[in-house]
């Protein structure tokens, strides 16, 4: 997981600040001085250290501070919101052309950063929005790249304009522009071709597709993972060509995240969005505020409503609702329940963006998710018929046999998971019941770990 270390350590730091209730000058010195090892463990530019933690310490030994009723959260407070300003503070969004116009990303990067796989994403976010995307397949160099393009455009059915290897980069952003004016597309992105490192012959090309189509933005894609070494990369293509905004990849990988913290600082522009997996919707709209509070231990609760609201039914899950107050729901309910849950991202995915879930308190929960069993509930549940499914009153021995050959795991581990599904619907009866008086949400105990 992101930040993982860093996280930890922050909120050890800050523990030690709040047993001591009221601090003095020299307290908040030394924690301030674990905050800034912290930081240059995470990979984090020098420089950027530098000038964050001296606006950090300027406001943190103030007297509102020091002699305030609770120091220690202060100084938090002020450790995260210095840390959004590092980060942008506002949240930026792409600028899109009205109308028929043609909005044109050139899409730029390192080979290896996860810039075909980003312009697939990316597409299909512009996509979901009402936009008309088209890909440019611009990479003539490295083996298979177009395939590798069209493979990940037709995850998100979006179409891929490519004219082959044989004709020059430029040439293939013009036509795929005009095509594009022709047939209706109001966004192309430009797939372009990377290098293991900045060299002038891929500046040199990027400077002609400029040159020759009139590009809205320019969009660096960039792999977290690389630390300071993404800043520098950063740097050099805002110098040489230009650039308009970022993506962070592999934000979910085992990284420092020293690029995140470093990047708008270092060259000035703004993190659009953070790469955070592999599936097509795990591109995330990027909140400096939302990530700092991710870094520090604090949670991010926004954006998991937010990707509740994506993924649930509404309406299914007030259907839901009514079916635990009463108790009639059957295990078609709980597979959907599991469906559900994997749409938004799976059990991982959701400790993440809860307050005081991560580091290695994360790590230890992620450990006791059994996924496998998960699966093996699935099989079981698959393995009933719609009636059994519906009433699981009719589950008898020999029809739990049956059921345990077919899912293949042994009989035991049907009638535990009919065991807990009876207590879980007493229970249910119990608090859902009685005139309404009790309500609230419930977490049922089924071996796969599920949430209704």
């Known amino acids: 997981m992101a930040f993982e270390s860093l996280s930890d350590k922050f909120q050890n730091i800050f523990k030690n600040m709040r047993r001591k209730g009221r601090l003095t000058e020299e307290d908040v010195k030394a924690a301030l001085k674990e905050v800034k090892m912290a930081l240059l463990e995470a990979d984090v530019s020098f420089k950027v250290v530098k000038t964050l933690m001296k606006s950090i310490q300027e406001k943190a030994i103030g007297q509102d501070v020091m002699n305030g009723l609770n120091p220690g959260q202060m100084v938090i407070k002020i450790v995260n919101d210095e840390m959004t300003a590092l980060m942008g503070s506002e949240t930026t969004e792409l600028k899109l052309k009205g109308g028929n116009d043609v909005t044109v990303l050139m899409m730029m990067g390192l080979q290896g950063a996860g810039k075909t796989t980003t312009c697939a994403k990316l597409a299909a976010k512009l996509k979901s929005r009402g936009r008309r995307p088209l890909i440019a397949a611009c990479d003539i160099y490295r083996p298979a790249a177009i395939k590798q393009l069209q493979v990940s455009a037709a995850k998100v059915n979006v179409p891929v304009f490519e004219m082959g290897c044989d004709v020059e980069p430029p ?250 599904f009876d207590q879980a619907r007493k229970l249910m009866k119990q608090f859902g019941g009685g005139g309404g008086k009790r309500r609230g949400s419930f977490r049922l105990p089924f071996g796969g770990g599920g949430l209704f």
Do not use: H, W
């Open 171 to 420: 040439k293939i952003a013009q036509e795929a522009v005009r095509y594009a004016r022709e047939n209706g597309y109001n966004v192309v992105l430009l797939d372009t071709a990377g290098r293991l490192q900045i060299d002038e012959d891929m500046m040199a090309e990027l400077q002609q597709i400029r040159e020759q189509v009139d590009v809205t933005q320019t969009i660096l894609v960039v792999d977290a993972m690389t630390g300071q070494e993404a800043v520098n990369v950063a740097s050099t293509f805002e110098e040489k060509i230009g650039i308009d905004g970022v993506i962070l990849t592999k934000l979910d990988g085992d990284t420092r995240g020293g690029a995140a913290l470093s990047i708008r600082a270092a060259c000035g522009k703004p993190i659009l969005y953070a790469g955070m997996g592999e599936k097509p919707d795990d591109l995330e709209q990027f909140y400096p505020d939302r990530m700092s509070s991710r870094i520090l231990g604090m949670g991010d609760v926004l954006s998991l409503i937010e990707k509740a609201q994506e993924n649930l039914n509404e309406e299914r899950a007030k259907e839901m609702e009514k079916k635990l107050r009463k108790a009639t729901f059957g295990f078609d309910d709980y597979i959907e329940s599991m469906n559900q849950m994997k749409k938004m991202g799976g059990m991982s995915s959701i400790l993440k963006m809860l307050p005081g879930m991560g580091g290695s308190q994360l790590s230890q929960i992620e450990d006791q998710i059994d996924e496998s069993q998960m699966a093996r509930t699935e099989a079981i549940i698959l393995s009933m018929t719609p009636k059994e499914r519906a009433n699981p009153d009719l589950l008898n021995q020999s029809r739990k046999i049956r059921i345990a050959k077919g899912a293949g795991v042994p009989v035991g581990e049907v009638n535990k998971l009919v065991k807990q």
